[in-house]
């Protein structure tokens, strides 16, 4: 009680802190890059990013309230202030959501795995390898990683106890990472894989954000999701072997598939309107019809199919983290309407004069993000850090995309454990500290953060000949 308490007390004096650092922002004398309604933009925002990092309040309501903030000084309008609930993007990421908890609600996710099983090798690196690339392969069909990494977790638990692996041993952990890669760190594989990748490309440009389809993200981040398979797996394989496994009996698969029953009506219909989904979304600079159309259409035709009802769209739509990314999808447009872009890019010109070179580009990004991601959570870090690459990709001479998906690659860093919600989900699904020895976490993500920096190097030659960089 006292330690909470302590802690409580602690975040009371930075909150304290934080208001004060924002009045004297505030309150400094406007200056020709600088006016007055910027400053108080930015005294607002260094507030709001304070409260974000120390928790004191959840990050919708601090979100919110730095609307109402800007709003109610007059540095920008009501509209401009709340403009990123009006983003198609927004919509969008409410859209797919609703997809997602159609998945997880029917069973057809726990279904398609258990599928995927029965074509690879009952061992123990036949199921890592299984676990992997049925994680790649169901990516782009349910946009949420965390129900992914929830649901899958415990049939990784299962398929552990069935290969006879020691507690806390090295295979166990093996496969928590090999769960990982497929389950989460794939969410970056596709555009609609995870909502935070609708998020990342909302804070685009509008001219940019029109040039991403799901068909331009997969093939431009190509390189870079073929290196961080390749070379993470191997990591697993190599580092996390189990020589003394068992074999999976069949049994066992055949069991799992007789506690699911035969494919439900639901099930059915959530495959047809997902598989659709897809195509149209792969499909859709070609048929003209918007992501934002189709996600949305799908979750609204799923809720008149009554597969979908108010409980769900009500408890399981993550409406706390929805109200939040509204706020950071409108950013960008509140920093550009009083000058704090351009701002921002001539401060930062001077300190990155030598950046234009691509490859050093990708490298100081992912360091920075590798340092911001142990004090800040993904969804800030790839808020804030986005918002600020981008201008200065542009400053650059480099497409803003390369600047948010380096950021976005980078911000799937796990360690401290809890600096990633969703590998407290996989640790906990995984049977937790009784099964998983958590000191393999450090090495583990120092090897994702080298495999995720050389997999965006591998990209910049392909953005080169694209004239991207």
Not at 205 to 214: G, N, R
Not at 257 to 266: N, V
Not at 388 to 408: E, R, S
Request: hydrophobic fraction near 55%; charged fraction near 10%.
């Amino acid at each position: 009680m006292s330690l909470k308490k302590n802690n409580f007390n602690l975040k009371l004096v930075f909150e304290v802190l934080s208001i004060a650092l924002g009045i004297v922002v505030w309150m400094l004398p406007p200056s020709d890059m600088l006016s007055k309604e910027a400053l108080m933009v930015l005294g607002v925002t260094l507030w709001g990013v304070i409260n974000l990092i120390i928790g004191l309040a959840p990050s919708y309501a601090v979100g919110i309230l730095m609307c109402i903030l800007w709003a109610a000084s007059g540095a920008v309008d009501f509209g401009t202030a709340f403009n990123g609930f009006t983003n198609s993007t927004w919509w969008l990421i409410i859209g797919v959501m609703g997809l997602g908890t159609a998945v997880s609600k029917c069973g057809l996710l726990k279904r398609l795995s258990l599928l995927s099983l029965k074509f690879f090798k009952p061992t123990y690196k036949g199921q890592i390898i299984a676990v992997i690339i049925m994680g790649i392969c169901i990516a782009p069909l349910i946009p949420s990683t965390t129900a992914k990494c929830a649901i899958m977790g415990a049939l990784v638990l299962g398929i552990a106890d069935e290969l006879g692996l020691p507690k806390r041993s090295a295979g166990r952990f093996g496969l928590l990472m090999a769960l990982w890669l497929g389950f989460n760190i794939s969410g970056n594989f596709f555009l609609n894989a995870s909502f935070q990748g609708y998020m990342v490309l909302g804070q685009l440009p509008l001219e940019t954000q029109a040039a991403y389809t799901w068909t331009t993200w997969f093939v431009r981040s190509l390189p870079w999701t073929i290196v961080v398979t390749v070379l993470f797996a191997l990591y697993i394989l190599l580092f996390y072997k189990e020589n003394n496994a068992k074999v999976i009996a069949k049994e066992y698969i055949d069991d799992q598939f007789k506690e699911l029953g035969k494919l439900k009506k639901d099930e059915k219909i959530v495959a047809l309107v997902m598989a659709v989904c897809l195509v149209l979304f792969v499909f859709e600079q070609q048929t003209g019809i918007a992501s934002v159309s189709v996600a949305c259409a799908a979750m609204v035709l799923l809720t008149f199919l009554g597969i979908l009802g108010p409980q769900e769209y009500t408890n399981k739509t993550l409406w706390p983290l929805v109200t939040f990314i509204g706020v950071a999808l409108g950013m960008g447009t509140v920093f550009g309407s009083v000058g704090i872009t351009d701002w921002i890019v001539s401060v930062l010109s001077p300190l990155t004069s030598g950046l234009n070179n691509p490859y050093l580009f990708v490298i100081v990004v992912c360091i920075i993000t590798y340092i911001v991601r142990i004090f800040v959570d993904q969804v800030t870090t790839n808020v804030f850090l986005v918002s600020i690459m981008v201008p200065l990709a542009m400053q650059l001479g480099l497409d803003p995309w390369i600047g948010a998906v380096v950021v976005y690659g980078c911000s799937v860093v796990f360690y401290p454990l809890y600096v990633h919600p969703n590998m407290l989900i996989c640790y906990g699904a995984c049977g937790g500290e009784e099964n998983i020895d958590i000191s393999k976490l450090f090495v583990a993500d120092i090897a994702y953060m080298v495999v995720c920096m050389l997999g965006f190097l591998a990209c910049v030659p392909i953005w080169s000949m694209l004239g991207m960089c």
